[in-house]
């Protein structure tokens, strides 16, 4: 079946340096989703990539979606304390199939 | 407008004791997932609904897993023979459309279930 991996599993960074987290899928997907996950709180959408090789940015975050539709990546510029959580990337396969929620990269940033 | 609820927000049980767990989703979203997060985990998945389609059960755990949805509305997701591997957030989404773009889920603030 379909796996969704993050790398890293962990980061910790300083205030102020910049943090990536990377998603690959055993398969092509569709689209791929992005949640942010604070301690103690449920997931909350961040964006979603659907066309090949998209970039997309929010404020200090930069997504990307590989030319292959199998990878994407989620950039953070100078972090801050308030970008604490776990990131989660999903893909699906195919419109109307369930998304695959990768495992997760717990980011933590000392002030 | 409100968002996804659940209820109970906390669930202690004992092993071997049923319990039930709901999800109200947000008005007129045909699609509802259910996953499940053990404590520093990512999401499980575990079950699918959308509109009038057959459920994607791929993802629960074992025959003691099972859930409902009537029509587009409330789900329940139920464990029977409750066993302490279960205790963990069950978290229920919800999203206007299954699958594709737009595809927001948007989460409930998740049920923990603690079984003794």
């Known amino acids: 079946g379909q796996q969704v991996m993050q790398i890293p599993q962990y980061q910790h960074v300083q205030e102020g340096e910049d943090f990536t987290t990377y998603c690959n899928s055993s398969?092509?997907?569709?689209?791929i989703q992005w949640y942010k996950q604070r301690p103690g709180g449920h997931p909350v959408f961040l964006i979603q990539l659907v066309k090949s090789g998209e970039v997309k940015k929010q404020k200090r975050l930069t997504f990307q979606f590989g030319e292959a539709k199998k990878n994407s990546s989620l950039h953070i510029t100078a972090t801050q304390t308030t970008d604490v959580g776990t990131y989660f990337c999903a893909g699906n396969r195919d419109y109307g199939q369930n998304f695959v929620f990768g495992p997760g990269t717990r980011l933590s940033v000392l002030p | 407008g409100a968002g996804v609820s659940q209820s109970p927000s906390n669930k202690v049980t004992e092993k071997g004791k049923d319990v039930e767990l709901r999800c109200d989703p947000i008005s007129g979203h045909t699609a509802l997932y259910w996953y499940r997060q053990r404590l520093g985990q990512g999401l499980e998945f575990l079950i699918y609904f959308q509109g009038n389609s057959a459920p994607d059960k791929s993802g629960l755990p074992s025959d003691r897993f099972s859930a409902e949805r009537t029509g587009e509305s409330v789900s329940t997701l139920t464990i029977q023979r409750t066993q302490q591997e279960d205790s963990a957030v069950y978290l229920c989404?919800?999203?206007?459309?299954?699958?594709?773009?737009?595809?927001?889920?948007?989460f409930g603030p998740g049920t923990r279930l603690t079984v003794l």
């Open positions: 398969t092509t997907l569709s689209n």
């Open positions: 989404a919800s999203s206007l459309v299954g699958g594709g773009p737009p595809d927001t889920q948007y």
